[in-house]
């Protein structure tokens, strides 16, 4: 079974924006604290934001915060990550993953993942 698919990556140039969706399954998505991660090239997957269920709590790693938003539409099962001024150093795989608990900031806390959405960002 597919639990989450991610869209919506691309190149862009510096400073640019995108608009990534995570869509999930409801046995996946309902009553979890839905996560995006990244991973660039040879590093760790490392979370960017996170979102309780009901969309009251947001938590943000400190590189991408006041430039990227998590919400989430529980009707559609899906969760967004808007990334605005992106920066070089944002280019990663972009991944949606689940969890349980809240808070969760750590990849070991999340039990399901997506398979990711490339993002670029050109100099």
């Known amino acids: 079974q597919v639990l989450l698919v991610e869209s919506g990556g691309g190149l862009v140039q510096a400073g640019g924006s995108l608009r990534l969706s995570c869509a999930a399954s409801?046995?996946?998505?309902?009553?979890?604290?839905m996560g995006w991660f990244r991973q660039a090239p040879g590093k760790g997957r490392k979370v960017v934001a996170s979102?309780?269920?009901?969309?009251?709590?947001?938590t943000f790693a400190d590189s991408v915060a006041g430039r990227f938003t998590i919400s989430r539409d529980n009707a559609q099962n899906t969760v967004y990550l808007q990334t605005n001024s992106l920066k070089p150093e944002d280019t990663a795989v972009y991944y949606c993953a689940r969890s349980r608990t809240w808070p969760a900031r750590a990849s070991n806390q999340y039990d399901y993942w997506g398979q990711g959405t490339q993002v670029t960002v050109s100099s």
């Open positions: 979102v309780s269920w009901s969309g009251a709590r947001t």
């Open positions: 409801q046995e996946t998505f309902q009553y979890s604290t």
